[in-house]
């Protein structure tokens, strides 16, 4: 095979491990433990070698579950240098969605911690497929054999040479948050993840050497990959949106940190509590926000305690193809925001290098190839779709998924991917989010989506937030208002919210798309995912408006 076609994500550790051997690669400040890039690569090496002495190769599925700690960071290189495909699933989807993506993702291996044995034993997971099983942690008591045995060096093992995986070989599945249905698996090879890495290093000019503090556990896996220090804070990585913000801003004066990532919900809570508070973040050149669109409200906050110069980036993307559209804090508070308040939508931005983004018709059925009588003009709203290297080609064991999400390019021999949201392109070349296309109301007067007709009621300063959803058949749906106040600002009495009711109503009356928006509820806190603590599950609060409206 010719050698540009070799490609092995675990290989940028290596090229880190022999540029800067003794720098820190992770950091756990609540351990007090840390990892240096040589000995993460040489800890990856030696587990590398043991996965192989028990049968763990190239092509084998593994379900990996442990908790962000220096063990997940050494099996999952390990894992990338021998060619195995890691699955990863976010533990807090549930037990019964973990059960179907495990039946779904067959895997032939088990990596976890005791806990995650505990619940594979009680609760059936991967009963099925399972034939090698490792504790990380643990004993023999799970069965199958513990991290610590397998890690032993046998005599004098070299250092691992990684797997000649191919660029579309596959090197893991990572499940979506099911924020809009059942989870699925996107099959990443390790082309999509060399992509990202490139695109992430070229977007944010980031560099070997930098203090990365990722909030999110598989964004984490990134740093070692660009050469930065990750400190991993102490957190539940499940709730962002309840971090305690007081740790997080801690964390960034102890170790100068010069990139944060968060979700926008993460960054809503820090920015809240540091604004109040006079903190101030001068070692943070860029702060990446991503999950959901990130209000300039919050952008605004953030930014007040960062140097002149620093900025915060929303990328635009999702779990089967990142980052595809990037912008600045900068440009939204500069330019955009005003589109934005006036129901243009949320500007996204312009694509990364590589990527083609085009706006098509919106269509709910498969598309089997592309023409390009499906794109639309400029300024007109339809269905996003994204080609490049960093966008996934399947998901893993679900044929009637790819049927729906991906287009045959027959010109260029490549494909589409369908983002499942709406949004237009600007005369600039910008593109702008304009919501879920599973989430529009399909009223008797026409489509409503969502974040334009949202944005004109998130203007009132009692709101947090809002979400427009459909009650009825398709055609003629009743637009539903559903609203979420500031918690100081009180608002739960009759009388309070009778007067915000019409405030609201006095707004919409002002713009055309929500005009007809006439029924407004009031929720004490949206139901959101776990991921991100940002999406909100719309399909959640349908079902709510129509119970309290029957």
């Known amino acids: 095979m010719p050698p540009s076609d070799i490609v092995n994500i675990s290989r940028p550790l290596t090229e880190m491990a022999r540029l800067q051997p003794d720098r820190a690669a992770i950091i756990f400040p609540q351990e007090e433990r840390s990892l240096t890039f040589r000995e993460l690569d040489e800890e990856s090496d030696r587990v590398a070698h043991g996965l192989g002495r028990i049968g763990i190769g190239r092509g084998m599925r593994v379900a990996l579950l442990v908790p962000p700690s220096p063990e997940l960071f050494s099996v999952t290189f390990a894992l990338f240098k021998a060619g195995a495909v890691p699955v990863f699933i976010d533990p807090g989807i549930g037990a019964a969605n973990m059960k179907g993506c495990l039946a779904e993702a067959e895997p032939e291996a088990f990596i976890g911690t005791p806990k995650a044995h505990l619940a594979r034993r009680l609760l059936g997971w991967g009963r099925g497929t399972l034939r090698i099983l490792v504790t990380v942690g643990g004993g023999r008591l799970w069965g199958g054999i513990s991290l610590a045995e397998l890690r032993k060096p046998r005599g004098s093992d070299p250092s691992f040479t990684p797997a000649e995986t191919r660029r579309d070989d596959p090197a893991a599945i990572l499940f979506t948050s099911g924020s809009t249905g059942p989870p699925k698996g996107a099959l990443y090879s390790h082309g999509n993840f060399a992509a990202q890495v490139e695109a992430l290093r070229s977007l944010y000019d980031i560099r070997p050497g930098e203090i990365d503090l990722p909030t999110f556990p598989l964004f984490a896996l990134f740093a070692p990959a660009l050469g930065m220090t990750a400190v991993i804070p102490e957190m539940d990585f499940t709730r962002p949106g309840a971090v305690n913000p007081a740790k997080i801003i801690s964390l960034i004066q102890r170790y100068q940190a010069t990139t944060m990532f968060g979700s926008p919900a ?26 959901a669109p990130v209000s300039a409200t919050v952008l605004e906050r953030f930014r007040g305690m960062l140097n002149p110069g620093a900025e915060l980036f929303t990328p635009y993307g999702a779990t089967e193809a990142l980052p595809v559209c990037t912008i600045g804090s900068d440009e939204i508070l500069g330019e955009t925001r005003t589109v934005t308040e006036r129901g243009g939508g949320v500007c996204i931005g312009r694509p990364a290098a590589g990527v083609r983004l085009e706006v098509i018709r919106i269509s709910d059925e498969p598309i089997a190839a592309w023409d390009d009588s499906l794109r639309l003009p400029h300024g007109e709203i339809g269905e996003l779709v994204v080609q490049g290297e960093q966008v996934t080609r399947s998901y893993f064991n679900r044929p009637s998924a790819d049927l729906l999400a991906k287009i045959s390019d027959p010109a260029t021999g490549r494909f589409f991917h369908r983002m499942g949201d709406l949004g237009r392109r600007d005369q600039e070349g910008r593109f702008w989010f304009c919501g879920r296309k599973s989430h529009r109301v399909e009223s008797a007067d026409g489509p409503l989506f969502t974040i334009p007709c949202e944005a004109i009621f998130n203007t009132h300063p009692r709101l947090f937030r809002s979400a427009l959803v459909g009650v009825g058949e398709p055609g003629s749906q009743q637009p539903v208002l559903c609203v979420e106040l500031e918690p100081e600002t009180g608002g739960q009495s009759k ?56």
């Open 495 to 550: 009388g309070e919210q009778e007067q915000i009711r019409g405030e609201l109503l006095a707004l919409g009356s002002g713009h055309p798309h929500t005009r007809g928006i006439t029924t407004i509820l009031f929720h004490p806190a949206f139901p959101v995912d776990i991921r991100h603590n940002a999406k909100i599950f719309r399909e959640k609060l349908a079902l709510w408006a129509e119970r309290k409206l029957s």
């Open 266 to 291: 993460l960054i809503d809570r820090v920015g809240r509590y540091g604004a109040s508070r006079g903190s101030r973040l001068p070692s943070l050149a860029r702060v990446i926000s991503a999950g």
